[in-house]
């Protein structure tokens, strides 16, 4: 029977069931992807777009891991900026400038271009959990401003916060109008199908066993191999593929969601009246939105020990009800979760292992515009332009020397440090 997605809302509303079959025999191919999420099937897209004979290897279905479980929001700029600026100054400053948004271009490019139906509406907030959140909101806003790319972004004071979010518990709020929300299981599939569509071969439950770069560079699975001139480690692999560079800076932990029932069109109008995307501004934050058929999609609460609620309704249920009490008796009809891949120096890991291996992943969950900039990072570095994957390449990571079950034990530390922060 063919592996199925996990029971969530983006499944139950998924318009694409398309299958692909498994990998059999021996490819051959100019990049060998390994990963149907965004990280893998925007990089694979983006080569296609120029050519290239691409194979995608996926060990389940394609959308299968945080791409296909997110919360959809679709957020400006990339985790870690400021280590990025305090390591690499002036050039670091300019790239941050230049990718932004490109993540953004990239999709909204690709929902035209391939007619992909994922319910992309424009607008994001980050509402201040605490009163003195609204100084650091103010100082990016003005910060980009001076910069001279800040026209979409608003300042929101507590006295105007009825326009944004129906709940008592914020004072203001960021508005980016540049950023949004979208379904991302149909984003990825429809993204895949246009892979597809350019002669990118995919292949699904196809877990890769093997990999190697060096002279002749190959992925390996139970029945099949792929000879290809690169290597793309698209997304957060299994611990066996956090070696080298990769070992000790990243660590998966859960993050989850409930969707409720569709709620009466006041009722929805009432608690986000423009139909924003909305996060806080806490470090272990709650993220929520409407989706198109006015469920709220409410996610938070990570768990960085990397062990899963016994019950995740009743886990977040309650903060639910806290921010929108109105909430209080609507059903919650799906509840999943997924991994994040949080690293610890929080800028996402870009890079080689070896000259003709490329790794993407950390996107500390701010994976969908980032997913889609290292995507086109590593299709220009294969395709020539190095510029922005040597910059990725010099920044200097933490490393936990430590194997994942201690390394996610003291990032559950970290964060518990955190969360008592948040609640000061
Ligand atoms: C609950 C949740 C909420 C989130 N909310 C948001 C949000 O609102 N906004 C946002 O920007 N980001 C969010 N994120 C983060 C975002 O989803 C991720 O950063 C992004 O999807 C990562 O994409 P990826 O392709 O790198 O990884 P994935 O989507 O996990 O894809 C990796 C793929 O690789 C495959 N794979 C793994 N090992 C192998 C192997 N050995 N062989 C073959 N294939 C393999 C997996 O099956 C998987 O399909 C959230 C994440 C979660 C879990």
Redesign the pocket.
């Known amino acids: 029977m063919a592996a199925t997605h996990i029971n969530s809302y983006y499944a139950a509303t998924a318009n694409d069931g398309a299958c692909y079959p498994t990998l059999k025999g021996t490819h051959k191919a100019d990049v060998c992807v ?8 925007s990089t694979a897209l983006s080569l296609a777009e120029r050519g290239y004979q691409v194979v995608v ?19 400006g700029g990339i985790s870690g900026e400021h280590r990025i600026e305090s390591q690499l100054g002036e050039a670091g400053r300019k790239m941050l400038a230049d990718i932004r948004y490109l993540g953004h271009d990239i999709i909204e490019d690709r929902i035209r271009r391939y007619q992909i139906s994922c319910d992309l509406k424009h607008g994001w907030a980050e509402v201040a959990a605490r009163p003195r959140h609204m100084d650091g909101l103010k100082a990016y806003v003005e910060e980009r401003r001076a910069a001279g790319d800040g026209d979409y972004l608003e300042v929101v004071e507590a006295d105007r916060m009825g326009e944004v979010i129906g709940a008592k518990i914020y004072h203001g709020a960021m508005v980016d109008r540049r950023s949004g929300h979208l379904h ?1 299981l149909n984003l ?1 599939v429809g993204e895949a199908r246009a892979a597809a569509g350019l002669g990118v071969r995919i292949f699904e439950e ?4 093997a990999f190697g770069g060096g002279a002749k560079p190959f992925v390996e ?1 139970a029945e099949g191999r792929v000879e290809a001139a690169s290597i793309v480690l ?5 611990p066996a ?1 956090q070696r080298g560079l990769l070992h000790g800076i990243a660590f998966p932990t859960g ?3 409930v969707a409720t029932e569709p709620l009466p069109e006041d009722l929805a109008k009432a608690i986000n009246p423009q139909d924003l ?1 909305i996060a806080d501004s806490n470090v272990v934050l709650d ?1 929520f939105r409407l989706s198109a058929d006015r469920r709220l999609l409410f ?1 938070g609460r990570c768990n960085y020990s990397n062990r899963d609620p016994s019950d995740i309704r009743e886990t977040l249920r309650p903060r639910m009800v806290e921010v929108f009490p109105q909430l209080a008796d609507v059903a919650l009809d799906f509840a ?6 949080i690293v610890i120096s929080r800028v996402p890991a870009i890079g080689r292992l070896e000259p003709n291996v490329y790794f ?2 950390g ?1 500390c ?7 889609h900039i290292a995507g086109q990072i590593v299709a220009d570095a294969i395709s020539g332009t190095m510029e922005r994957l040597d910059l990725f390449e010099r920044i200097r990571h933490v490393r936990l020397p430590i194997g994942q079950f201690l390394g996610n034990q003291m990032l559950a530390l970290g964060m518990l440090y955190y969360r008592l922060r948040d609640l000061l």
């Open positions: 390994v990963g149907g999420g965004f990280s893998g099937i290897v996926e060990a389940l279905r394609v959308g299968w891991g945080a791409s296909g479980r997110n919360g959809g929001q679709m957020i991302p990825c196809s877990p890769v066993t699975t698209g997304g957060y692999m299994d593929f993050s989850y969601i995307a993220y996610g999943w979760g997924g991994k994040i891949d993407m992943q996107y969950g701010h994976g969908v515009n980032a997913t």
